[in-house]
């Protein structure tokens, strides 16, 4: 059992275990020495978003690690991708985001990557957990090391400003006005700066972080406010990221949501039309859409489905040698550019597209229908193996049967909270609210 690693890195509430200074000072010094036992004095980039914890946990990482004798890059608030990229760009051992994504302001996390910009597999956080609970760092674990340094990078931000408009050559924006929403969050000033810097009119939106505002009623979770500003603007399109900038959902001009599964489709489209799709394969997971896995079918694209989470994504992508991926959630994953979800990258492909077909948003994304889905959340005391929950269990057999083999139930438990999810889909929208609903209330009585 992992005790402190869950899906995404280590997540919690701020100044509550495991989110505490304690832990991460104790959490840099573990880092240090799972590299120091493969004889390299590790250099590694921190970055954050816009939480105002965030301060707290990069001064005690920090001085973990430096105690140990790591040299820390230290890149401020950027997007969890800027850190992928500037891990590769520095040649860095790691690269550490300290976020909790889409969460609360008060909720926070640690994720790492390794020196590829990729999220750190299982058995390296299992070693650099091993090491955190062990006799080596309970008993100080520094004697006679030499002190490391940490240095404040100044061109963090131009870096990726740069390398991001490079992913999509020489096409220029000039013509199109646009709404982003920046969720107050770790793409709040390079988000804005890239699409007017490639000439497009932008207007943006919550992009002022307070340390407290990040995804309150805004970004990718949350797109009312954004569906508003696109019609009342009468812009283009409206492009919505998440508090730490890799997911993309998009508003058309008459405020209309396209989620991540009709992203996918356009760019996957796309990347065959030109012969770049790898295998004629796209990699999604058990979330996406029915709809989406029979419309790339019907254009002679395969949809390879993983467990939920873009770290799963990269790893069948890797492993089978696929360029393109993504989640319904708004992950895109261009293999070509990035080793983990890029929202800023996946907007400029998709305001590509539209400048070089000419047509709108909505023409270009809603060219399939989805399949009715349902998508609830319980919250729940603990997590509890599913098979223990009697009720609940023959809940979930009695929805698959009803459904048959146009419908899907799935069931499972969110790797960063306290909160079961549930997913069903089918044909017919109030056979999977009923449905839904009698999972949710066996979850409840059984464990919320």
Wanted: proline letters at 3%.
């Amino acid at each position: 059992m992992r005790r402190l690693f869950g899906t995404d890195g280590i997540r919690g509430k701020a100044n509550v275990y495991p989110m505490t200074p304690e832990l991460a000072l104790k959490l840099g010094k573990a880092i240090a020495l799972h590299f120091e036992h493969k004889g390299i004095a590790p250099k590694v980039v921190i970055g954050k978003d816009t939480r105002i914890s965030g301060y707290m946990l990069e001064t005690a990482l920090t001085s973990g690690l430096v105690s140990m004798g790591a040299t820390v890059l230290l890149v401020g608030p950027l997007p969890t991708p800027a850190i992928s990229f500037l891990t590769r760009a520095f040649e860095a051992n790691a690269g550490i985001v300290i976020s909790a994504s889409h969460n609360p302001a008060m909720d926070n996390g640690i994720k790492i990557f390794d020196s590829l910009g990729i999220k750190l597999s299982d058995d390296d956080e299992g070693n650099i957990e091993s090491i955190f609970f062990s006799d080596e760092l309970a008993s100080g674990g520094h004697d006679g090391r030499p002190i490391g340094k940490a240095f404040r990078v100044e061109d963090s931000q131009q870096r990726y400003r740069e390398f991001a408009k490079s992913s999509i050559a020489d096409v220029s924006l000039k013509g199109l006005k646009v709404v982003a929403d920046c969720a107050n969050g770790a793409g709040y000033r390079v988000f804005p700066q890239i699409l007017s810097e490639l000439g497009a009119v932008v207007s943006a939106i919550n992009d002022k972080p307070d340390g407290f505002n990040i995804n309150l009623n805004s970004g990718a979770t949350s797109i009312a406010g954004l569906a508003l500003q696109v019609v009342a603007q009468k812009a283009d399109v409206g492009l919505a990221l998440d508090g730490d900038a890799d997911r993309l959902i998009i508003v058309d001009a008459l405020g209309n949501e396209i989620n991540g599964d009709k992203i996918m489709a356009l760019l996957a489209l796309h990347l065959k039309e030109k012969g770049l799709l790898a295998k004629d394969t796209v990699v999604a997971t058990v979330m996406s859409n029915a709809g989406f896995e029979d419309y790339m079918a019907r254009n002679g694209i395969t949809v390879v489905r993983s467990r939920v989470g873009d770290r799963y994504i990269i790893e069948e992508m890797r492993r089978n040698s696929y360029n393109f991926g993504g989640e319904q959630s708004g992950h895109i994953i261009f293999g070509a550019y990035s080793t983990t979800g890029d929202g800023i990258i996946a907007a400029l492909q998709f305001l590509a597209i539209m400048l070089e077909k000419g047509k709108g948003a909505s023409e270009l994304a809603n060219t399939f229908e989805l399949y009715p889905q349902v998508l609830l959340n319980v919250n729940v005391k603990e997590k509890r193996p599913l098979g223990e929950l009697k009720a609940l269990s023959s809940e979930i057999r009695e929805a698959q049967k009803l459904l048959g083999n146009r419908g899907r139930v799935l069931v499972r438990y969110s790797g960063t909270e306290n909160v079961l999810r549930i997913m069903v889909e089918g044909e017919n929208e109030s056979d999977i609210n009923g449905v839904a609903q009698r999972i949710a209330q066996a979850a409840k009585e059984e464990n919320g």
